[in-house]
């Protein structure tokens, strides 16, 4: 048997990510995207709707300064009962952003459930959508 050696993957490269944004995985995608030139590239379809990966990114930088605004910081857990959609995208992104952890809902369980879970995970904050806000 012959003893191998392997090399230390690249401290400045993290497929592509500046080490400094890979620790984070939504600015690492926002800065894989700028460095490869898809901010004009469509990243999300809905309906007859295109957003692009720069679009995309914006929605979740603007939404990680609410989320911050409501008091959510890093290792937070926030609660997203949302339907797939560009919400739920802009939301889980602007979670990552902060730092704090996206706890993964079916938005269509029954209220007392998403209270267990909510209490559960120790929720700091629940993002929901039109027609969710009483459960």
Not at 26 to 35: D, I, K, R, T, Y
């Amino acid at each position: 048997m012959t003893p191998t050696t392997t090399s230390a993957p690249s401290p400045t490269d993290t497929a592509g990510v500046p080490e400094t944004e890979a620790g984070n995985l939504a600015s690492g995608l926002a800065a894989l995207a700028e460095g490869q030139g898809w901010t004009d590239r469509p990243a999300f379809h809905q309906g007859h709707r295109a957003w692009t990966h720069g679009e995309v990114h914006d929605l979740a930088a603007r939404a990680a300064s609410v989320l911050a605004d409501h008091g959510v910081c890093p290792g937070d857990r926030v609660l997203l009962a949302l339907p797939d959609s560009l919400a739920w995208v802009t939301a889980f992104l602007a979670t990552a952003r902060l730092g704090a952890v996206a706890v993964l809902v079916n938005p269509e369980l029954p209220a007392a459930d998403l209270e267990f879970m909510a209490e559960d995970a120790g929720a700091a904050l629940c993002v929901t959508g039109p027609g969710l806000e009483e459960r």
